[in-house]
DNA sequence: GCAAACCGCACTCAAAAGGTGCGGATTCAA
DNA sequence: TTGAATCCGCACCTTTTGAGTGCGGTTTGC
């Protein structure tokens, strides 16, 4: 399904967080403060951010991530890479599976070098995407609205 | 994850063959003769795009599909539609499902828009894409080949 | 009448996504 | 020294989605 898993947006929506505070050591507490999400899984996809060297991480109790580069150099295409890998699009064109042998099409597809020319341009866009273009364009909503949600 | 679906794939390369046979009555039957492809399941998807207006049926004995509309007139976009829904890209912004309250970030998430953005820009990809496209790249290539593949 | 094709529903099986349990290591601060 | 807060790592479970099939029916041409 053409579609980003939720654990790209809770690493979008806690890079975001990360470069409004920026600089600031945050904790996946603060984030799930700010947003209504589930602290568990929040702190999993950061971890991953982190192996895959987007943040960096400080231990201890007043321990929490901040981010690796300046928002100017962290793009859409880096955080979907860094957790969906690289968009393959089709089933083949995947650099990472390429199990039970790959499609038995290939040799004779018609449409896969066009798939995979959208599939570029995809990605081109992605990578032109930065975080600071996320984070200016939403620098003046109002922070202290009350959401009331309640799961955890 | 930001992939298409085999079922989205099946449909193009019959789609493919179809406006290779313009005009043509084709089975599901050769299609699966010209590519190595699970026979029931193209059927499937055979009907669902007839569903959505895309191919017109002939029942029969000597039956099958054709295109409803040229090769210049039908899109990726169009498929992809049909056998896909409108890419949502992100949980919110699905026309479709909205099921269980939809995201409770939504009042304050910002990369709502953004990645809306993103989304019509793809979209605009794929509605740009005709099957015209597809087939004038590939009208050339050895059709005679012994694929030896042994699926279905 | 028979065979070939489409029609339609519902059902199973496998993979992916989303989320959690639990114990451990590290740091800070009282 | 003690304890709370935080990140760390692995493995596990549950839900959702994708892919494919069973089976009987209907339409059409020979
Ligand atoms: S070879 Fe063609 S049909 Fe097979 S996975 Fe690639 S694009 Fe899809
Ligand atoms: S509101 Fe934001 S976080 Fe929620 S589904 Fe939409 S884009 Fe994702």
């Known amino acids: 399904m053409l579609q980003l898993t939720k654990r790209t947006e809770y690493g979008l929506l806690a890079l975001v967080h990360l470069a409004e505070r920026e600089g600031a050591v945050v904790s996946v507490r603060e984030i799930c403060e700010r947003y209504p999400l589930p602290r568990r899984t929040v702190a999993e996809v950061l971890k991953e951010l982190q192996h895959a060297g987007l943040?960096?991480?400080?231990?201890?109790?007043?321990?929490?991530?901040?981010?690796?580069?300046?928002?100017?150099?962290?793009?859409?295409?880096?955080?979907?890479?860094?957790?969906e890998g690289a968009p393959p699009l089709t089933t083949c064109e995947s650099p990472i599976v390429l199990k039970g042998g790959g499609c038995e099409v290939q040799p004779m597809c018609p449409i896969k070098s066009p798939i995979h020319r959208?599939?570029?341009?995809?990605?081109?866009?992605?990578e032109h995407t930065t975080l600071r273009s996320l984070v200016s364009k939403t620098a003046h909503v109002p922070l202290g609205a009350p959401g009331a949600v309640e799961s955890n």
Request: hydrophobic letters at 40%; charged letters at 20%.
């Open 55 to 83: 943040v960096d991480s400080t231990r201890g109790s007043n321990g929490g991530y901040t981010l690796a580069r300046t928002p100017e150099l962290l793009t859409l295409g880096d955080v979907v890479s860094a957790l």
């Open 118 to 126: 959208v599939r570029e341009r995809l990605w081109q866009m992605l």
